[in-house]
Each structure stands twice: as C-alpha cells, then as structure tokens.
C-alpha cells in the first residue's frame, strides 16, 4: 500500500514557540515541539517523526507520500541535499546549510525508502493539510502558554511500533522525545486519500535524484553578491508562488517586519501574510533596474519602481542580515500619480 499522510510545522514569532505534526487520520498522527524553534524546524521534523515511526513499525519498504505546503522541505530532499553533501553540508555560495542536524537526519531516513512529495497550498481547505497544520500550531501554542503538549496517538496502522523514536531538538540537535506512541491497532487500514495538489509530486528515489522543478529553482544558486541576493528576493515577492506561501513570506518577513502601505496604514507581519494569501495576484512589475546599497554591515536598502493595475509606484525595502540569511525588515510604497 501506499502510505500517505500529511506534514506541517508551526512557529509562533518565527522563531518561538514551535510544533510540528503528521497526520494520517484522526485516529493515527503524532505532534511535538519545542520552547524554540523555527517554523522550518518544524516542517524538518515532522516528516522526519513520519518517517521514524513507519520505520519501526515495519514499513521502510512501503511507498510513502508526504502532502507538504514547505517549498524548502520539498526542495531540501528533492533538490539541495545531494550538492550540500558533495560540498561537505555548504550551500553553493560556501556557506553552512541551515539546521544541518535536521537535514542529516532526514538524509539517512530517505536513503533507500520510496517517498514522494507532493506540494499542496497551506491554508486552502485541503483537509489533511489543515489537520497537521492546527495539530502543529496547538502544540506552539502549549508551549507558549506552558500547558501539556498534545502529541497525539503515533503511528497506529499495524506494524510494531518502537517503544521510543528519537527526535531532534533544535536547541540540542539530539533531543528525545517523551511522548511515546500508542500501542498500535492491529488491522491494517489503507491510508487516507487526499485531493491532488496543482502540482505533481516530487519523488527521491534511491539514489536521490530530484524528478521534478521547483518553483524555487533560483534559490540555490551559484554565488552572489549581496545585493544581488537581495534584488532577488525582492523580486521574488511580487511573485504568486511566494506570495501565497505563508511558509515561504514567513521565511522572508522579519518578526519585527512593519510595512507603510500607500494608505499611510501601517501592516505588521502577521496581517501581512494573511493579506497576501487572501489576495496573492500583485499584478505589479517591477520597472527599471532596483538599486541596492549598504546601510550598514549586514543592511541593505533597495530602491525601486513598479507599475500595474493600481499604478506606479515608488518602493523601498530594508533587508537585514539575520543567521537563518536576509530578512525584510521594512518596506514603503509611494504612489507615483
């Protein structure tokens, strides 16, 4: 059989409170988190819980398909992994891979098991999605507010699950969880269907060959400068595909982001993100060349015009340098007519 089940993280601050989850069906998940973390480690973590516990149960040889709605999950196991090894854990500009222990790990669990992934849009009425997504962000939310964890019941669709499955702690990078699963069922069940995603699914086969393009292709690229980098992920904000990843603007959004917008009303993070997944088609592009210039050692102000159906405008965007990479921190738009 084909096991599917869908994986979501969780980070309340970005980094804060965090938790991840799987979920099969409401009778078969599993959740867990940290006092810290990133929303990232969450994804991370929650298809490597996935792949632990159907491990143990004796099921490594069954084909796997994980529901994601993290490009950088995706992209992590389909794409990046095998050149981050080849050059020793470093991303192609030679810097060190974020949360090497995670992608190590999750590199040694996908060797030599069937697993497909398959994109799904978060927070679009896909109802697995949904399911792991407010498991995940329950667990957050009990941490922030120090209650017991709610970790659900593990792996209960046969096999013989181990007594305890490791997992990572971000703070540590080789904590163990407590919560131990439940004693599994013993009839088989098949695994829940869910709806297709507008994407097809990326598999890693045994020898960790990417088979399908990423709509984040241009992120791990040969290196750049700065400023280039930047321009890129400026650009890359007008974009639909980024637009509507709430993962992905979480990623790119400082926790302090503020935004004025041609109103004069000023958008924090949160009420950022939600409005561009609400209304992710921008329409606007970009005029002219951006100009990129250094405000301080790990600041860069980038300067430029865009025009579309609500007119041109005069824009301009503070990145700063954070160590998960650059973040914006501000922006501003001008109607120019």
């Known amino acids: 059989m084909t096991i599917v089940a869908s994986a979501d993280g969780s980070a309340l601050g970005n980094p804060g409170p965090a938790g991840w989850a799987w979920y099969v069906d409401d009778a078969c998940w599993a959740a867990g988190g940290w006092p810290h973390g990133t929303n990232n480690q969450g994804e991370l973590q929650a298809v490597i819980d996935l792949l632990e516990q159907t491990a143990a149960a004796g099921l490594a040889g069954e084909p796997l398909k994980v529901l994601c709605d993290s490009q950088y999950v995706i992209n992590t196991v389909t794409k990046w992994m095998p050149g981050w090894k080849r ?53 957050a939310t009990a941490f922030q507010q120090k209650r017991a964890v709610p970790a659900g019941p593990g792996w209960t669709r046969g096999g013989a699950v181990a007594d305890a499955v490791g997992r990572l702690d971000p703070a ?24 297709a995603a507008a994407t097809g699914p990326a598999t890693r086969d045994l020898v960790g060959q990417a088979a399908m393009p990423s709509l984040f292709d241009d992120l791990e690229t040969p290196i750049e400068s700065d400023e280039d980098a930047v321009v890129r992920l400026e650009k890359s904000l007008l974009t639909v595909e980024v637009r509507r990843d709430a993962s992905r603007l979480a990623e790119l959004l400082h926790p302090d982001f503020e935004e004025i917008g041609a109103s004069g009303r000023l958008w924090d993070r949160e009420t950022t993100i939600q409005a561009l997944a609400s209304e992710p088609e921008s329409g606007a592009e970009v005029v002219g060349a951006p100009a990129a210039s250094r405000v301080a050692s790990d600041a860069l102000l980038v300067v430029f015009e865009t025009t579309g159906p609500r007119g041109a405008a005069r824009r301009s965007s503070l990145w700063v340098r954070t160590g998960s990479g650059w973040r914006l921190r501000f922006h501003q738009g001008t109607p120019l007519d």
């Open 172 to 195: 540590t990078s080789a904590g163990a969880s407590s919560n131990a699963p439940a004693t599994p069922l013993t009839a088989v069940a098949p695994a829940a269907a869910a709806p």
């Open 87 to 139: 050059k020793g854990w470093r991303k192609a500009d030679g810097s060190p891979v974020l949360n090497l222990e995670f992608v190590q790990r999750l590199d040694e669990l996908v060797t030599g098991r069937q697993v497909a992934f398959e994109w799904v849009k978060g927070h679009a009425g896909n109802r697995m999605n949904e399911a792991a997504d407010a498991r995940a962000r329950a667990v």
